[in-house]
C-alpha cells in the first residue's frame, strides 16, 4: 500500500530550465551553449549541490572558467535564482495529499544557498513532513547512497512510498530501489498517474470547451491503467 509521497524540488515543484533562462536573457545560441557548459553543467555546480565547496570559492571559480565572458556569467550567478518560480498546480496537487492524509517528502540536489531561500520564502516547504538535500549530505542523486539515507532519516519503506523527479536516472535509481517511481512531467500527467495507481485525487478538470457528456459528468474520477514509472526523456 502507497503511503508516502516523495518529491524532487528543482522542475516539479519550481520552475528549473537554465536554457530556457538563458535563451530569454541572450538571445544568442553561442554564448547560451558557453554559459550553460561553464555553470549549471559544470563540476562546479555539482560540486555546490553537493555541499563539498563554499559558495563563494563556486562562483569564483565559474567566473574563472568564463574566461571572456566574466561579465555575462557574472549577471547570471546574480540572477538566476529568478526561475525558480513556484509550479502553483503542483503545490495545489501536494495540498490535496496532504488532506488526503499522504506525509510529503522532498529529495532535491540543491545548494545550501537555495534550501535557505526555499526555507525562508517558499511556502510550500511547510507541506513537507521531512526531506533530504544533497548539500546536508553530500550526495547528490542518482547514487543510491542519497536513497538510503532518506529512507533512513525519514523511516520510509520504498515499498509504500511514491518517488516524483524531473530526471530519468534518477526515476531509475528510484525505482530500482523499490520505490514506486514516477517521471515528472506536468502537474496534469503526475496527477493521471496518481489516479491510476488508486490514490483517490479529484480527477483533472476538462477544458471549458471540451463538450461533456452527461455519463462523463457523472463520473468523480478517471483512472489510467497501473504504472510505477512514465518512460519519456527528461532538474
Same mark, same amino acid.
Given at each position: 500500500?502507497?503511503?508516502?509521497?516523495?518529491?524532487?524540488?528543482?522542475?516539479?515543484?519550481?520552475?528549473?530550465?537554465?536554457?530556457?533562462?538563458?535563451?530569454?536573457?541572450?538571445?544568442?545560441?553561442?554564448?547560451?551553449?558557453?554559459?550553460?557548459?561553464?555553470?549549471?553543467?559544470?563540476?562546479?555546480?555539482?560540486?555546490?549541490?553537493?555541499?563539498?565547496?563554499?559558495?563563494?570559492?563556486?562562483?569564483?571559480? &565559474?567566473?574563472?572558467?568564463?574566461?571572456?565572458?566574466?561579465?555575462?556569467?557574472? &549577471?547570471?550567478?546574480?540572477?538566476?535564482? !529568478? &526561475?525558480?518560480?513556484?509550479?502553483?498546480?503542483?503545490?495545489?496537487?501536494?495540498?490535496?495529499?496532504?488532506?488526503?492524509?499522504?506525509?510529503?517528502?522532498?529529495?532535491? !540536489?540543491?545548494?545550501?544557498?537555495?534550501?535557505?531561500?526555499?526555507?525562508?520564502?517558499?511556502?510550500? &516547504?511547510?507541506?513537507?513532513?521531512?526531506?533530504?538535500?544533497?548539500?546536508?549530505?553530500?550526495?547528490?542523486?542518482?547514487?543510491?547512497?542519497?536513497?538510503?539515507?532518506?529512507?533512513?532519516?525519514?523511516?520510509? $519503506?520504498?515499498?509504500?512510498?511514491?518517488?516524483? $523527479?524531473?530526471?530519468?536516472?534518477?526515476? $531509475?535509481?528510484?525505482?530500482?530501489?523499490?520505490?514506486?517511481?514516477?517521471?515528472?512531467?506536468?502537474?496534469?500527467?503526475?496527477?493521471?498517474?496518481?489516479?491510476?495507481? !488508486?490514490?483517490?485525487?479529484?480527477?483533472?478538470?476538462?477544458?471549458?470547451? !471540451?463538450?461533456?457528456?452527461?455519463?462523463?459528468?457523472?463520473?468523480?474520477?478517471?483512472?489510467?491503467?497501473?504504472?510505477?514509472?512514465?518512460?519519456?526523456?527528461?532538474?
Amino acid at each position: 500500500m502507497l503511503k508516502n509521497v516523495v518529491f524532487d524540488l528543482g522542475g516539479v515543484v519550481v520552475d528549473y530550465d537554465p536554457r530556457a533562462y538563458l535563451s530569454e536573457r541572450f538571445l544568442n545560441q553561442p554564448l547560451e551553449d558557453f554559459l550553460y557548459e561553464h555553470i549549471f553543467a559544470s563540476d562546479t555546480w555539482r560540486a555546490l549541490d553537493a555541499g563539498t565547496i563554499t559558495m563563494s570559492k563556486g562562483v569564483q571559480l &565559474m567566473l574563472d572558467a568564463c574566461g571572456p565572458r566574466r561579465y555575462e556569467a557574472q &549577471m547570471v550567478l546574480d540572477d538566476w535564482r !529568478d &526561475m525558480l518560480v513556484t509550479k502553483n498546480d503542483t503545490v495545489r496537487l501536494m495540498e490535496q495529499l496532504r488532506t488526503l492524509g499522504y506525509p510529503l517528502y522532498y529529495l532535491s !540536489d540543491i545548494a545550501e544557498d537555495v534550501l535557505e531561500m526555499f526555507q525562508q520564502k517558499k511556502r510550500f &516547504m511547510q507541506y513537507f513532513t521531512g526531506g533530504i538535500a544533497s548539500c546536508e549530505v553530500k550526495i547528490t542523486k542518482p547514487d543510491p547512497r542519497i536513497f538510503a539515507k532518506l529512507v533512513e532519516v525519514c523511516k520510509l $519503506d520504498p515499498a509504500e512510498t511514491i518517488f516524483i $523527479d524531473d530526471r530519468q536516472e534518477n526515476v $531509475d535509481a528510484a525505482a530500482a530501489l523499490g520505490f514506486t517511481a514516477i517521471l515528472f512531467t506536468s502537474a496534469l500527467e503526475l496527477r493521471r498517474t496518481l489516479l491510476s495507481l !488508486d490514490l483517490p485525487l479529484p480527477a483533472p478538470r476538462r477544458p471549458k470547451s !471540451d463538450p461533456v457528456s452527461k455519463s462523463q459528468k457523472a463520473g468523480s474520477f478517471f483512472k489510467l491503467g497501473k504504472t510505477s514509472a512514465a518512460n519519456k526523456p527528461q532538474r
